[in-house]
């Protein structure tokens, strides 16, 4: 099982960013996607996930109206839609699969990704 996260990079503050999360070895119809980050010096943190159900999307109360979760299972693709950036943001972005419908914490999550950089500017 492989995910391979890319999309990160350096953008000004109000600016947008489209990360893409490619997953391989497993079926995207039975696993639920999520996204984390972890910044310098803080805990990893959940900030969107989407069921595998398709039922349920959660946001990350920070990231609610400026994220976009979508997935594209025939091309085994979650994407993670990132506008109005702020220096905030900046982070190792992480996508993840788990088998649960709705995970809930990190350990929920059983496949990991690398990690992609996304620094945003003031």
């Known amino acids: 099982v492989q995910l391979q996260a890319s999309g990160g990079g350096l953008v000004q503050t109000g600016g947008s960013l489209r990360l893409s999360c490619v997953v391989s070895?497993?079926?995207?119809?039975?696993?639920?996607i999520g996204w984390y980050r972890q910044a310098p010096g803080k805990e990893r943190e959940g900030i969107s996930c989407f069921s595998a159900n398709n039922d349920t999307i959660y946001y990350e109360e920070s990231v609610k109206g400026r994220f976009t979760i979508s997935r594209d299972n025939a091309k085994n693709t979650v994407y993670l839609q990132m506008n109005s950036l702020k220096p905030d943001d900046t982070a190792v972005y992480y996508c993840a699969a788990s088998r649960l419908t709705l995970p809930i914490t990190r350990t929920d999550y059983r496949y990991w990704g690398q990690g992609t950089q996304v620094t945003v500017s003031s």
């Open positions: 070895g497993i079926d995207l119809n039975y696993y639920a």
